[in-house]
């Protein structure tokens, strides 16, 4: 494979007809115009790599280089010499295994052969593959100068829906992706001091790393789950921009690049309580009116809730406890991401906690969502906020039990928190790497003080494919950040399995 530029859109033209009129009025000239002023409207945004199949040999040689995004317009009725029945079932197999995003054109939708495919296509489609329609007249008025802004426009708005492919992130195929994970901040309880971030950044750099290009948040944000907490985390997480630890854009915080899932502080008791209180006796609490647990997601995750939307993207994907959300926007970089929100609750005989069903429930999709989207070794970077726990360990073991066999579908890293202990230094188990990140303390709780601690991740990749993971676990000091005692820790992945470099 090899790279491509940034931006640039490799676009697969599939027509039957592309040479059939004379040369100057010929499809292929028709589009190369049309894609001259698609390239125009976009200027400074995309370049367009466009090439023309007319037959499936053809189409078989287009090779999509790592990361590259792409786009095949295909003509809905292909019935010329080059085309059976087979060759057609082919092309369109192709295209949904592969999850291209399609632009079906066609100068008559209403033909028994164009019905009959578009069901075919869009009946089997991958949730991955957006797709329009466009008739070939409005391709022919937009050359002619009709609405051509309009149209191009069509193209746009395709490409930006096209999940497993971020048309803003630009990594050449071998270089490095960096995630800083930060869990269990307590904010309101601990003290993460914006002004050590310049201190933070310059120590990083002494190893080489340059500025993350993700940030990954695994729980405990806010101390009790209050509005006011959740404002110092964000204006903390918008430091880490403004301060050139994490990459942003030019308002802030990039939100589509920040991965997030709670912790068990971070629904509110009080404020779900406080909601469900009968007025006659102020401190007995009331049956909940609302079906099931939904006063859990009306009340006591609402400023979670409104935390996550400032920072994030995706959050309006996200499933309520419990939950989970799987990211593949990144899929053609080779990182799928799967952010779970597994906690439980029970605050009293009315409100009745999350069961093991429950939670088993949600694993197995986020399990069988996974396996769905996975198709060439991707690595998988799950975040939940306990993987590990001696207090719940029921849990643990249900979250590790149920997706440790996605480690057999390419490499499978755990990134957690939760147990504060000094056990949070990277480690293997079976063939998956667990990166935990919640500073060592005394005692079996959370203590007076938690001293800030971050992970940077950096994920080794060749042809965009990861092949190795740099862990460097760095501790706030009183004048600086100061790497871990055990220095950076690096694991190979091959054959299936990690390695720790050295061993």
Not at 13 to 32: G, T
Request: charged share 25%.
């Amino acid at each position: 494979m090899k790279d491509t530029q940034g931006g640039a859109v490799l676009v697969m033209v599939v027509d039957d007809q592309l040479n059939a009129e004379r040369e100057e009025n010929s499809r292929k000239k028709i589009y190369e115009r049309w894609f001259a002023q698609v390239s125009e409207f976009h200027r400074g945004k995309w370049t367009f790599d466009v090439h023309y199949c007319a037959t499936l040999d053809a189409v078989a040689r287009i090779e999509v280089s790592a990361g590259q995004p792409f786009l095949a317009v295909v003509d809905m009725v292909l019935d010329g010499a080059a085309w059976s029945p087979k060759c057609v079932n082919q092309l369109d197999q192709k295209l949904l295994d592969e999850r291209w995003p399609l632009l079906l054109v066609s100068a008559r939708f209403d033909s028994n052969e164009a019905i009959e495919r578009a069901n075919r296509l869009l009946g089997k489609g991958s949730d991955l593959a957006p797709f329009q329609f466009l008739t070939w007249s409005s391709i022919s008025r937009a050359v002619d100068g009709v609405e051509q802004s309009e149209v191009a426009f069509i193209i746009g708005a395709l490409l930006g829906r096209a999940r497993g492919q971020d048309l803003r992130f630009s990594k050449g195929s071998d270089e490095a992706i960096e995630i800083l994970h930060i869990t269990d901040p307590h904010f309101g309880k601990a003290t993460w001091d914006v002004g050590s971030l310049i201190s933070l950044r310059l120590a990083r750099q002494k190893f080489g790393l340059n500025m993350a290009d993700f940030l990954a948040i695994t729980g405990d944000i806010a101390d009790q789950g209050n509005p006011t907490q959740y404002k110092l985390a964000k204006e903390y997480f918008v430091a880490l921009v403004h301060n050139r630890v994490v990459t942003g854009v030019e308002t802030g915080i990039a939100r589509d690049r920040v991965f997030v899932c709670p912790g068990n502080h971070d629904f509110s008791r009080p404020v779900a309580l406080s909601a469900n209180i009968s007025a006659s006796a102020p401190y007995e609490v009331k049956p909940s009116i609302l079906n099931g647990n939904e006063w859990m997601r009306n009340f006591a995750w609402k400023a979670y809730l409104d935390f996550e939307a400032d920072v994030t993207e995706h959050s309006v994907d996200w499933i309520l406890n419990p939950g989970y959300r799987l990211n593949t926007r990144f899929l053609s970089s080779g990182l799928v991401v799967l952010e779970l929100n597994v906690e439980r609750y029970e605050i009293d005989s009315y409100q009745v906690g999350v069961s093991e069903e429950d939670l088993r429930r949600t694993i197995n999709a986020a399990v069988t969502a996974v396996s769905a989207v996975r198709r060439k070794s991707e690595c998988l970077l799950v975040l939940a906020h306990r993987h590990e726990s001696n207090i719940w360990l029921g849990l643990s073991q249900m979250i590790q039990n149920n997706l440790m066999g996605l480690a057999g579908e390419g490499p499978l890293v755990f990134v957690c928190g939760h147990e504060h202990s000094a056990d949070v230094v990277p480690s293997l188990r079976d063939k998956a790497l667990f990166v935990r990140g919640v500073p060592p303390s005394p005692g079996p709780v959370l203590p007076e003080q938690v001293l800030p601690m971050v992970n940077c991740i950096r994920f080794n990749r060749s042809e965009g494919r990861v092949k190795g993971v740099e862990v460097h676990q760095f501790h706030q000091h009183a004048t600086d950040w100061q790497v871990s005692a055990h220095g950076p820790r690096s694991y190979g992945y091959s054959s299936g399995k990690w390695r720790a470099e050295g061993d």
